[in-house]
């Protein structure tokens, strides 16, 4: 049985140089870089003063004065610039790498900026409304990357994507279309964070899937707002790959 499928370079060239994606890789390597010279303590406290706490923006909960460090609605925009780890943020930004500068392209610098950031803030809504009273704070890209894969699918399904899978003990790897490997993602997250509200109403193991989920459906939803009109919706990969397994 498959048990991770993880993207490492997609065959969809561009014809621009993705300013925004890098600078978008940049601000948030740079920031993280801030978090980890805090400190493990002060980088707790800076995390709960920009995190977004789900009681906190539903206001079941209030933070002390000395941690409310913007509004709670603000927090929704702050977070997805926050990391908990470095292994975070590697997988967070290889992500935006692959993924990004297609749409980026697509869209034109500004509209993507705009839509990545109407992403992000969608996703920590997400998570809010299936965790509303948890106090503990989401922090992360993901759900702003997840609205990039979810507009990757909506123009490039069929474009080829170079893939590491998991069999087992067993690692190979295969060309395989965009819509298959990110429409596996987002129903693995739908999954997981259905298990995860079964079993105790919280997203599970550190990772908040509703986010990821919400995020990727609200790429699908506003790509076709942001997107250029000569753009098209399901394009044809732009090359052919002729062997599939390597």
């Given at each position: 049985?498959?048990?991770?499928?993880?993207?490492?370079?997609?065959?969809?060239?561009?014809?621009?140089?993705?300013?925004?994606?890098?600078?978008?890789?940049?601000?948030?390597?740079?920031?993280?870089?801030?978090?980890?010279?805090?400190?493990?303590?002060?980088?707790?406290?800076?995390?709960?003063?920009?995190?977004?706490?789900?009681?906190?923006?539903?206001?079941?909960?209030?933070?002390?004065?000395?941690?409310?460090?913007?509004?709670?609605?603000?927090?929704?925009?702050?977070?997805?610039?926050?990391?908990?780890?470095?292994?975070?943020?590697?997988?967070?930004?290889?992500?935006?790498?692959?993924?990004?500068?297609?749409?980026?392209?697509?869209?034109?610098?500004?509209?993507?900026?705009?839509?990545?950031?109407?992403?992000?803030?969608?996703?920590?809504?997400?998570?809010?409304?299936?965790?509303?009273?948890?106090?503990?704070?989401?922090?992360?890209?993901?759900?702003?990357?997840?609205?990039?894969?979810?507009?990757?699918?909506?123009l490039y399904p069929r474009a080829h994507v170079l893939t590491l899978i998991f069999?087992?003990?067993?690692?190979?790897?295969?060309?395989?279309?965009?819509?298959?490997?990110?429409?596996?993602?987002?129903?693995?997250?739908?999954?997981?964070?259905?298990?995860?509200?079964?079993?105790?109403?919280?997203?599970?193991?550190?990772?908040?899937?509703?986010?990821?989920?919400?995020?990727?459906?609200?790429?699908?939803?506003?790509?076709?707002?942001?997107?250029?009109?000569?753009?098209?919706?399901?394009?044809?990969?732009?090359?052919?790959?002729?062997?599939?397994?390597?």
């Amino acid at each position: 049985m498959v048990s991770e499928m993880f993207p490492l370079r997609d065959d969809n060239p561009v014809s621009i140089t993705p300013v925004i994606n890098w600078l978008l890789i940049f601000v948030n390597v740079v920031i993280f870089m801030y978090q980890v010279s805090l400190g493990p303590r002060d980088m707790q406290i800076f995390v709960y003063q920009y995190g977004a706490i789900p009681a906190v923006i539903t206001g079941e909960q209030r933070l002390p004065d000395a941690l409310a460090a913007v509004p709670p609605m603000a927090s929704t925009f702050t977070s997805m610039f926050l990391h908990g780890s470095w292994m975070h943020l590697i997988g967070n930004m290889w992500f935006l790498w692959i993924f990004g500068n297609n749409i980026e392209e697509a869209m034109g610098p500004l509209r993507y900026l705009v839509f990545y950031l109407l992403s992000g803030i969608s996703a920590s809504f997400a998570h809010v409304l299936f965790n509303p009273a948890s106090a503990i704070p989401s922090i992360g890209a993901s759900g702003a990357i997840a609205g990039v894969m979810g507009a990757y699918v909506m123009l490039y399904p069929r474009a080829h994507v170079l893939t590491l899978i998991f069999l087992g003990f067993f690692i190979r790897l295969i060309y395989l279309p965009a819509g298959l490997i990110l429409g596996f993602w987002f129903l693995l997250q739908v999954l997981s964070g259905s298990m995860g509200s079964v079993s105790g109403g919280q997203d599970s193991g550190g990772i908040a899937f509703w986010a990821h989920a919400g995020g990727f459906v609200a790429g699908v939803m506003l790509v076709g707002v942001f997107k250029k009109r000569s753009v098209r919706f399901f394009n044809p990969p732009h090359t052919r790959i002729g062997a599939y397994y390597r």
